[in-house]
């Protein structure tokens, strides 16, 4: 079986009305014996009757997510938000979890995954910590800038296989407070920045601070974490059709 995950899109910077998403997330879904579906940006109110099409959630990168959905005034150097993605992602989130279903967050994924659910984000790391703009080199892609450490009782680390790993990282936020049923799985080693969260209790739920889709086609990729994504669909699945 095939599961179908669908994946939610990101603006065009500087190009209103327009939405996009790297050829990565596709090619690490198929990599994964999956079927990509893009989720248009479309009404809250329609989020249930788009997960009855989709056997799994991927929520990707992209711009900051609003903080008046954490009750937090907008920081000075918040970027760019768009108040409809996140309203869509925060309903697709909520149904996706009523339901069970696996969900993958990526960067921005990971945030609006943990606002979903009560939790906070700083705004800006730079701002908030020492050293934090070393979370924000996006050239090139692929570089991996720092490690982070893997809580060994987590299933991030049983996806991963290791307790240390360096990552690429391009965000300017992350998480603070932990939303509600979430436990922190990584760290960044060198500051304590918040990598990767889980929800113990459900199937699959998993968020990454780093971009795990750049590495696709390398020898050295994160493709586990999206195989043990679409391994979950297919273990729903088969419950499902007992």
Request: net charge negative; with cysteine; hydrophobic share 35%.
């Amino acid at each position: 079986m095939r599961p179908v995950i669908g994946m939610t899109l990101d603006d065009e910077h500087g190009r209103p009305g327009v939405h996009v998403l790297r050829d990565d997330y596709v090619r690490s879904v198929e990599q994964a014996e999956a079927i990509p579906l893009v989720i248009a940006p479309t009404r809250p109110q329609d989020a249930g009757p788009l997960l009855d099409r989709l056997d799994g959630l991927l929520l990707t990168g992209g711009i900051d997510v609003d903080p008046e959905l954490f009750d937090q005034p907008p920081h000075p150097k918040l970027r760019r938000v768009d108040r409809r993605r996140d309203d869509l992602e925060i309903a697709l989130i909520q149904e996706a979890l009523a339901r069970d279903l696996p969900i993958l967050g990526i960067c921005r994924g990971i945030q609006v995954l943990n606002v979903a659910e009560g939790g906070t984000l700083l705004q800006d790391l730079p701002s908030d910590i020492a050293g934090g703009e070393r979370h924000d080199c996006p050239e090139p892609r692929s570089r991996r800038v720092h490690r982070i450490e893997v809580d060994a009782d987590t299933r991030l680390h049983d996806i991963l296989g290791e307790a240390s790993v360096s990552v690429n990282s391009f965000h300017h936020q992350s998480i603070d407070r932990l939303g509600e049923g979430f436990v922190a799985s990584a760290r960044c080693d060198e500051d304590g920045v918040i990598e990767g969260i889980e929800m113990p209790e459900r199937r699959f739920v998993v968020g990454v601070q780093w971009h795990p889709e750049t590495f696709w086609d390398s020898s050295d990729s994160f493709q586990s974490l999206f195989d043990a994504q679409a391994d979950a669909c297919r273990e729903q699945a088969d419950v499902l059709s007992r």
